[in-house]
């Protein structure tokens, strides 16, 4: 993927997309000039960067799903227990031991409580090959989510108290942008529709002036340090400081939306 350490100027493909189809639209003349085609290059390479980290992000998915067909492919080849038997040679116990006008078959019911006992060991095998499964299933599944604050009601490593309202520890309040972008930025952390970087991917991020950072990752393939997202109302995008989208980009969403019909 190229320029891996890019920052976008949106949190996903349709805001680039918005922006480039007003400039060509709106703003011919500006299209035309130098900076604009580099503003216009400059959106497709965002596009296209973040649709190579959604492919990344699906090839993860495509290899938990594929980990899970192994898995249950696994878990069907265990022979079930054959409770039937347990319960019929059960069956016989009780009635040998249940009639007082009989001696006791020693030999019998020996061999018959160990039927029983097989199939026990049999269960206890069974189900330990399923409890290995599901482990196996749960670290998958936590490895597939990483850092991200899914709604699944599971428990994390960084889950604990909050430091503030609705804030969970994990969320480094200090580095958080100012009301109301904070807010927004909290609820698609807490949604799992953002994420913040690892600190093993952090590694490869060059050092800012205000040292190591977090950075936020969008579902949608958008990245930008979490001290500089800002939330557009009028767009309904996440973008960086210092990169104020055009109030008029939200009215490009519509497929046709562009020279021959221009919106309103």
Request: glycine fraction near 8%; hydrophobic fraction near 35%.
């Amino acid at each position: 993927m190229p320029d891996a350490h890019r920052i976008t100027r949106y949190s996903d493909v349709c805001g680039g997309t918005d922006e480039f189809k007003r400039i060509l639209t709106e703003e011919p003349l500006v299209a035309e000039s130098q900076a604009g085609r580099e503003t216009l290059a400059s959106l497709l390479e965002d596009g296209m960067y973040m649709l190579h980290r959604m492919s990344g992000r699906l090839a993860e998915y495509e290899a938990f799903r594929e980990e899970v067909r192994h898995l249950l492919a696994t878990l069907d080849a265990v022979v079930p227990p054959d409770m039937p038997e347990a319960e019929r040679e059960a069956s016989h116990i009780r009635e040998a031991v249940a009639r007082s006008d009989t001696c006791l078959d020693a030999r019998t019911l020996i061999h018959q409580a160990e039927e029983v006992r097989q199939v026990a060991n049999d269960m206890e095998g069974a189900l330990r090959r399923h409890q290995e499964g599901a482990i196996v299933l749960a670290r998958a599944y936590a490895t597939l989510r990483g850092q991200r604050g899914w709604p699944d009601g599971l428990s994390t490593e960084k889950a604990g108290p909050t430091l503030g309202t609705d804030i969970p520890a994990w969320i480094p309040q200090g580095w958080l942008p100012p009301a109301p972008h904070a807010e927004r930025i909290v609820d698609q952390l807490k949604s799992g529709r953002a994420s913040l970087l690892s600190e093993i991917e952090l590694d490869s991020y060059p050092v800012g002036p205000q040292g190591r950072e977090p950075i936020v990752q969008f579902e949608d393939g958008g990245v930008m340090p979490l001290r500089l997202v800002r939330w557009d109302e009028a767009v309904q995008n996440f973008h960086p400081l210092g990169q104020q989208p055009h109030p008029r980009g939200l009215k490009y969403r519509p497929r046709d939306a562009g020279p021959d019909a221009q919106p309103a």
